[in-house]
């Protein structure tokens, strides 16, 4: 069987093609080694794989590459390619946001309405929900987005949701809430937290600290996609959050455990486009998809401390 994962040597695009070649398929990746983050990283990201003999790495962006006939041979495809962040996505940088979340979306599904595949699984986000008043979020939840990141996530979500109706291109959505773990993205909370407190830096800490995330152990969210591929109805969409709910200022005293290091807070204002509250409703993957998710927060938050000493040579 052959994967297509896209977006393959980002955070999670790069432990989900370690785990396809270790389950025995053979897996193309595409990525554009965009400039959003350090190219070494990316690099370190698919270090332990790059060789793999079932690997074909393709280093160009969705927008340019001959999708029709890279198709010919793929049996599923894991499309996690985007421009993420959504502090960044205000201003001139948003046609950034809809070339590589929008266009490029409507692009694999054009080529995949054409193939032959089996299964297009997309990542999206937690972000679709912004001001949603619901809590928990389930799938049916209003979808009221904060952020343009947020908007083109959930436009991208739409245009799988129309070519799966007119044309059965078939499609599943998973809306992943806050990833974590070894390998999480330079933008993001707790990298930006460890390498703060190795550096005995203070933290930067927007708004009152109680605005709450449900985290998602990185290998969690990877487990979701494998099940996805054979259980996950086309047409369907399913929230993948950890069960790790937490008001941002309760993260400080377990950062202070793990580390055995003083947390030094510094105090901004709420950014633009960072929502309240995010809290994943489970029960339809937990049925349909067999998701469990298995790593608690402090658990999850050890190994991420551990792998952000070797990254940064100080280990
Ligand atoms: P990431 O930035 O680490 O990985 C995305 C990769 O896609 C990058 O390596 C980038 O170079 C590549 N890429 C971007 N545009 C491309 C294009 N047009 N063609 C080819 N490659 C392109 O981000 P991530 O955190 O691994 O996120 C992966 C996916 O999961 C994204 O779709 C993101 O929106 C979604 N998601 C992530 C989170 C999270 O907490 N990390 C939460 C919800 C949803």
């Not at 297509?4 to 955070?11: I, K, N, P, R």
């Not at 046609?95 to 599904?109: C, D, F």
Request: net charge neutral; charged share 20%.
């Amino acid at each position: 069987m052959n994967c297509l994962v896209t977006g393959a040597a980002g955070f999670i695009g790069s432990h989900l093609c370690k785990r396809l070649l270790k389950e025995g398929f053979s897996v193309i990746g595409i990525d554009s080694f965009n400039d959003y983050y350090s190219r070494w990283m990316k690099d370190k990201n698919i270090l332990p794989f790059q060789n793999h003999s079932q690997f074909q790495l393709i280093s160009d962006n969705l927008n340019d590459i001959d999708l029709g006939s890279l198709l010919q041979d793929v049996d599923y495809i894991f499309h996690l390619a985007a421009q993420a962040g959504v502090r960044s996505s205000w201003g001139k940088n948003f046609s950034v946001y809809t070339e590589n979340n929008i266009s490029a979306t409507q692009k694999l599904l054009e080529a995949a309405k054409d193939s032959g595949i089996k299964k297009l699984i997309y990542a999206s986000s937690s972000s679709v929900y912004g001001l949603c008043p619901e809590l928990p979020m389930t799938e049916s939840s209003p979808l009221l987005p904060y952020s343009p990141y947020g908007v083109t996530k959930l436009a991208a979500e739409n245009l799988c949701q129309l070519y799966f109706k007119n044309f059965y291109v078939p499609t599943v959505s998973l809306r992943f809430f806050t990833v974590y773990g070894p390998g999480q993205r330079p933008d993001m909370a707790f990298h930006i937290f460890f390498k703060a407190i190795e550096n005995n830096t203070p933290i930067p800490l927007y708004g009152d600290g109680k605005q709450t995330r449900d985290f998602t152990y990185i290998d969690d969210i990877v487990d979701a996609n494998v099940h996805a591929l054979d259980k996950g109805k086309a047409g369907e969409i399913y929230n993948i959050g950890g069960g790790n709910r937490k008001e941002m200022k309760t993260i400080f005293p377990i950062l202070e455990k793990i580390t055995g290091k003083e947390v030094l807070l510094q105090h901004f204002d709420r950014q633009r486009g960072d929502v309240f509250h995010t809290y994943a409703d489970i029960n339809k993957a937990k049925k349909v998809l067999d998701f469990s998710p298995q790593i608690p927060l402090e658990e999850g938050l050890s190994r991420e401390w551990e792998w952000i000493q070797k990254l940064y040579n100080r280990k």
